[in-house]
C-alpha cells in the first residue's frame, strides 16, 4: 500500500486496523453470577459481535443454573449433572465459550511440533487456532483468520513450513505470525508491525502437552495444577517418543468422555482384558489440590499382556512403588493421561461445532529408554504395536459405552431426572463435574463440597 488516501480508507473501512486489534485484545465480558467485568481475549467469529468488538459470555440456561445446584453438594447428597448438561443444544455452545474461553485446555504434544516449520491446526467448537514451531523454536499460538479480509489460513496442520499463506490474496505471515507481505502491493513496515496474526494470549507446556489459555489475564498454568506437577516429577515426560495416534469421531459429548475415563468402575463390565490385571477395588485415590482428578492402580498384575512389566524399560527415576503401579489423571478439562511405569497415553478431546459431538486423539508415547538391550529394533516395534493395540482396544470398547450413554442421556432428560452417586466409586465423576460447575462461572473447583479421601499411596510414595 502507498500511504495516503488509501490507508486511511482501510482505516475507515475497519480491515483490522491497529485499534481494533487493540479492542480485539480488550473485549469485555461479564461473568454468569458476578455482574462486575473483567477482560477477556476471544477469536472474532465465537458469536455475533458488535462493530466496536464488544461482546458478552453467553448466559447459561436458567434451567441448567437451577438443576446444577443438585451437583454442588456433597457426595453424599448430590445428584450426577443433569441430563440437560449433556443433550441441550443452546446450552453446548455456552459451555464451549465459558469453559475452553476461560481456561487452559491441552491441545497437542510437544513432539507434535517437534521441528521448525511444524503446524498443526486446532478446532475447538467455532475456534480456528493455528500452532506453529518458528525458526527460534519457539511455539506460537494464533487465531486462524487472515488480518486482510479474516479468511482461514490453514486447513490441515503440515510440515517443513516457512510461511503461512492466506488462500484467498496470498498475505503471508512468518511463523511467528508477523505479516512477511501482501502482494502484489508494498506495506510500509509499521503497517505491518500493527497487522500480526492475532495471538492466543496463553501458551505454556506441562508433561510435554502444549496447553492454550484464551485470557489475556491468565494464572500460571501450574498454578492451576496444584500439586500435580510434583505427582509426576520423576516420569520424563519431555523425553518421551510418540509412537502411535488414533483419532476417533464420538457421537458423545466431550465430559462424558473425561466422566468415562475416571470411572472405574465401569472396569468389569466394559474392559475384561483390562479387568484382569487393572482390579476395580485396587484403585486408589492420588487425589491433591488442583484442577485435576488422580488415581492410582496399585499394585499392577502381570497376566500375560503386551503392558506386562518385563517387556519394557520403566522411566529411570522412578521410586519402587511407582515402578509397580498405574497412575491416571484427569487434567481439566479436556485431557486424560494413563501413566504405566514404561508408558504413557493420552486421551485429548475437542468439542466440535456440533453439540453430542466430540473429536478425540489417542496417542501412546514411550518412555525415553523402554528398549531393553536384548530387544531387536524390529522385536521393539512389535513390542509398542502390541501395547498400542491393547489400549486402542480399550478405548474402542469405552467409545461404545459413551455412545450408548449419550443416547440413554437424551432419554433420561425428557423424563426431568437426575443419576445417583455411590460414593465409594463415583467421587471421582463428582469431582469433575464440580469443576464443570465452578468452570463456567471462571472459577476454579470449589473444594468444600469434596469428600476427604485417603493418602495411603501418597504416604507409601513419600517413604519409598
Not at 443433569?82 to 459451555?95: K, L, R
Not at 469421531?249 to 462424558?256: N, P, S, V
Not at 486424560?336 to 508415547?365: D, F, N, Q, R, W
Amino acid at each position: 500500500w502507498a500511504q495516503g488516501p488509501r490507508d486511511r480508507l482501510v482505516g475507515q473501512l475497519g480491515l483490522y486496523s491497529a485499534a481494533t486489534a487493540s479492542t480485539m485484545r480488550s473485549l469485555i465480558v461479564r461473568s454468569f453470577r458476578n455482574p462486575s467485568t473483567r477482560l477477556a481475549h476471544r477469536q472474532p467469529s465465537l458469536a455475533v459481535r458488535s462493530l466496536s468488538g464488544r461482546r458478552t459470555l453467553p448466559v447459561v440456561p436458567e434451567r441448567l443454573e437451577e438443576v446444577g445446584r443438585h451437583t454442588a453438594q456433597p457426595i453424599e447428597q448430590a445428584k450426577v449433572l443433569h441430563p440437560a448438561f449433556y443433550t441441550d443444544p443452546d446450552y453446548a455452545q455456552v459451555e464451549r465459550e465459558r469453559i475452553f474461553g476461560q481456561h487452559w485446555f491441552a491441545v497437542a504434544h510437544e513432539q507434535q511440533l517437534a521441528n521448525v516449520g511444524d503446524v498443526k491446526v486446532i478446532e475447538v467448537g467455532k475456534t480456528s487456532i493455528i500452532l506453529t514451531r518458528d525458526k527460534k523454536r519457539r511455539i506460537n499460538a494464533f487465531y486462524n483468520t487472515c488480518r486482510h479480509r479474516g479468511a482461514r489460513i490453514c486447513s490441515a496442520s503440515s510440515t517443513g513450513c516457512k510461511q503461512l499463506v492466506c488462500p484467498y490474496h496470498w498475505w503471508a505471515y512468518r511463523l511467528d505470525g508477523t505479516l512477511k507481505s501482501t502482494p502484489p502491493a508494498a506495506v510500509p513496515k509499521e503497517r505491518k508491525e500493527e497487522l500480526s496474526l492475532i495471538p492466543v494470549p496463553g501458551v505454556e507446556t506441562f508433561a510435554g502437552m502444549i496447553f492454550l489459555n484464551q485470557q489475556p489475564k491468565h494464572p500460571p498454568l501450574r498454578d492451576t495444577l496444584g500439586d500435580l506437577p510434583e505427582k509426576l516429577s520423576r516420569y520424563d515426560f519431555e523425553m518421551m517418543r510418540v509412537h502411535d495416534q488414533k483419532r476417533y469421531e464420538i457421537a458423545g459429548d466431550w465430559k462424558l468422555i473425561a466422566e468415562n475415563f475416571v470411572d472405574f468402575y465401569h472396569i468389569d463390565a466394559v474392559h475384561p482384558e483390562l479387568s484382569r490385571f487393572s482390579r476395580v477395588d485396587d484403585h486408589l485415590p492420588y487425589q491433591g489440590h488442583g484442577q485435576y482428578v488422580g488415581f492410582v492402580t496399585s499394585p499392577l498384575t502381570d497376566c500375560g499382556g503386551p503392558g506386562d512389566r518385563h517387556h519394557f524399560n520403566a522411566f529411570p527415576r522412578l521410586r519402587s512403588i511407582e515402578c509397580n503401579s498405574a497412575l491416571f489423571f484427569h487434567i481439566f478439562p479436556n485431557v486424560s493421561v494413563t501413566i504405566y511405569p514404561h508408558s504413557v497415553y493420552t486421551l485429548m478431546t475437542m468439542p466440535t461445532k456440533a453439540h453430542g459431538k466430540t473429536e478425540e486423539t489417542l496417542t501412546l508415547l514411550m518412555a525415553p529408554d523402554a528398549r531393553k538391550t536384548e530387544t531387536s529394533a524390529d522385536e521393539y516395534q512389535e513390542k509398542c504395536d502390541a501395547l498400542m493395540h491393547f489400549v486402542t482396544n480399550i478405548n474402542d470398547e469405552d467409545v461404545e459405552a459413551i455412545e450408548n450413554l449419550q443416547l440413554g442421556l437424551g432419554n433420561l432428560d425428557g423424563q426431568g431426572m437426575h443419576g445417583e452417586f455411590l460414593p465409594k466409586y463415583d467421587w471421582p465423576v463428582h469431582r469433575f463435574q464440580n469443576m464443570v460447575l465452578s468452570g463456567l462461572h471462571g472459577a476454579p473447583l470449589q473444594q468444600e463440597f469434596m469428600p476427604k479421601l485417603g493418602n495411603h499411596f501418597e504416604q507409601k510414595v513419600l517413604k519409598d
